[in-house]
């Protein structure tokens, strides 16, 4: 990976800090420290042929020629493969066939900092001129070219061929703002004290990304290399790796997946609408039981329901949410100097929890064990093990009990945990109507909602994300899946009951559109047409007719909806008449006639 970081992090008064000061003796300017770092590195490259891998390579220079900077156009170069590149110095390349060399020649050259450490007598590489050198080695040269290349290729005319590469950022690589002191001749000591955790560690999941570790892409069996450890001993961070059991993949299977880590699938969800509310039901089998791609983990923790008066994000509104009764656990870093907590694995569950830390012969049934009696003031200890220190604190609101602490409710709360998850190995009994898994369906009903204008409600999954690397968790689309509906009026049910007409009258000087009773979501629409005039409580299958106080029949609307749509209930009429004209004031009659015969009568009366 090529990486590249300012040369000490911009130290101010001696110390780090993200705060923005004014520096009135060396910069007259407003400046900050710069302890992070960036690197670029090749997620893939193809074979040049026959199996055969390609040649890295990379190589730097200083961009000076050495007419216009003597002593300064130089760059890292092997004794053994020196090429004179006619311009009287060792850098910049210039001409195709001295650019080609450079590109081609297996070179991997030492990181800038070392350049002053390379002797005269050095057998690898030659010497750098001297205060090239102390300048590269200590402040960086200030034009200096980087190359990474791969090859060669033989690419016929008009053919192409891709690289995939990664360009990834790394917080706090600087962490003595005295380690400068030890440059230019003390370059190892220098380099020890860079801390790559986070470089790395992005750059790892970049790989991870790109070929998820574990997965069998193709289907040919091999999901990648592996190694098995004894976590007993030595527990595995498997934030870029794939964990099954004792089993750690930490390649993939060569096939790119371009996959990240992602929420769990959002829930399949019904919408019906009750008097003055909506019911929502959803079943939540594959959100709490897919694997996420990246770890390998069942991930859930909850679910959220929104309800808004239309789809987008910022009109949706939490009403509901579940989540899963887990906590972090915060272990003692260890350094003395200050004293610092980290998370190091998922959220444990207060059952897992109480059979690790609880109390007793049986401590997976100390019910007293109460992880949040421990705090970084009063951590819990392991006797015998006084650098065992850590205290745990609730992932999420951990509002878990169905009916108390959420207001959604289990619809089968006696429904023993499946045997299976495929519902055709399942007896019938443990199946919902519509064939899902009785234990994961779950309601909420929406209440105090106005049964004129429609609703929209969307159900969400998200994960816990990854407490170790400061991820928090990933929740699916709020829009994405979002379905309407309109509540029912007074005490109601859906296709039962009067139908009733609003608003009666109508009225054109009145701002319905305001209301939301008519043109939402078309803002571009002029008001003269987006006019509507609504039908509630309908039949799923009905026949509107709107007649003239003369009989004349004015318009003719067919509702034929599945009952099972949620606004199967609802039908609008836009006040154009059959005949393609906007409808004149005046008393109208209007009969819905359902598909057995029946049919009810009403008036209506049109201000325009």
């Known amino acids: 990976m090529v990486w590249a970081a300012d040369n000490d992090g ?10 923005i000061v004014f520096d009135h003796e060396v910069w007259n300017d407003w400046i900050k420290s710069c302890t992070h770092g960036n690197g670029l590195f090749f997620l893939d490259y193809p074979d040049i042929g026959a199996g055969e891998p390609p040649y890295i390579s990379y190589n730097w220079w200083s961009m000076y020629l050495e007419e216009y900077l003597p002593g300064y156009d130089f760059g890292p170069r092997h004794r053994q493969d020196f ?44 010497s750098p001129p001297g205060e090239a050198a102390l300048l590269a080695s200590t402040m960086g040269l200030p034009r200096a070219g980087n190359l990474l290349s791969v090859g060669p290729y033989d690419l016929p005319p008009g053919s192409s061929i891709r690289f995939p590469f990664a360009l990834v950022g790394g917080e ?7 380690n400068a002191d030890l440059l230019p001749y003390n370059a190892r000591g220098f380099m020890k004290k860079l801390d790559f955790t986070d470089l790395i560690g992005n750059a790892m999941w970049a790989r991870a990304i790109y070929d998820n570790p574990g997965v069998d892409t193709d289907g040919d069996g091999y999901a990648g290399e592996f190694g098995v450890c004894d976590q007993s001993v030595s527990p595995v961070d498997s934030a870029w790796m794939r964990v099954r059991g004792d089993t750690v993949f930490y390649t993939g299977d060569g096939v790119p997946d371009w996959r990240g880590a992602v929420p769990p699938p959002a829930p399949d969800f019904w919408l019906t609408p009750v008097p003055n509310g909506i019911q929502v039901r959803f079943n939540g089998t594959r959100s709490e039981t897919q694997t996420d791609a990246i770890s390998g983990l069942v991930d859930f923790e909850g679910y959220r329901v929104y309800c808004g008066l ?33 998370v190091l694995e998922v959220p444990f569950s207060l059952d897992s929890l109480r059979c690790l830390y609880g109390a007793g012969t049986d401590p997976c049934s100390d019910g007293a064990f109460d992880p949040l009696a421990y705090t970084p003031s009063s951590p819990y200890k392991i006797e015998g093990f006084l650098d065992s220190l850590f205290y745990f604190m609730a992932h999420g609101h951990n509002a878990s009990e169905w009916g108390v602490t959420t207001p959604i409710v289990k619809v089968y709360p006696d429904e023993p945990y499946p045997a299976s998850f495929d519902p055709d190995s399942l007896p019938p009994e443990a199946l919902t109507p519509e064939g899902n898994l009785k234990y994961f369906e779950y309601e909420f009903t929406i209440e105090n909602l106005l049964p004129t204008v429609p609703y929209w409600v969307s159900v969400t999954a998200l994960d816990f994300g990854a407490p170790a690397m400061g991820a928090a968790g990933f929740e699916t689309s709020v829009t994405s899946g979002a379905k309407s509906v309109y509540p029912l009026g007074g005490s109601q049910v859906a296709g039962d009951g009067d139908v009733y007409v609003y608003p009666n009258p109508y009225r054109q000087d009145e701002s319905y559109r305001d209301h939301g009773l008519e043109g939402r979501m078309e803002p571009d629409r002029p008001d003269y047409r987006v006019r509507e005039v609504h039908f509630g409580n309908l039949p799923p299958r009905c026949t509107i007719s ?9 318009r003719r609307l067919e509702h034929d909806m599945d009952p099972s749509d949620p606004n199967c209930s609802h039908d609008s009429w836009n006040l154009i008449t059959r005949n393609t004209q906007l409808v004149v004031s005046g008393l109208y009659y209007w009969v819905v006639e359902a598909e057995d015969g029946s049919t009810q009568m009403g008036k209506l009366v049109i201000i325009m």
Do not use: C
Not at 104 to 121: F, H, K, Q, R
Not at 172 to 178: A, M, Q
Not at 546 to 554: A, H, K, Q
């Open 10 to 19: 911009d130290p101010i008064d001696g110390e780090y800090t993200d705060e």
């Open 310 to 342: 239309d789809q987008r994000a910022a009109s949706l509104s939490l009403v509901a949410a579940y989540d899963r009764h887990n906590y972090d656990k915060f272990v003692w870093s260890g350094e003395l100097e200050v004293t610092r907590f980290d």
């Open 83 to 126: 090429r004179d590149f006619n311009t009287g110095g060792t850098g910049q390349p210039l001409g195709d066939v001295n650019k080609y060399h450079v590109l081609s020649n297996g070179e991997i050259d030492y990181d800038m900092v070392y350049a002053a450490t390379i002797p005269p007598d050095d057998p690898t590489w030659l």
């Open 172 to 178: 706090g690589l600087h962490t003595d703002p005295t």
């Open 546 to 554: 709107i007649f003239s106080l003369d009989g004349d029949l004015v």
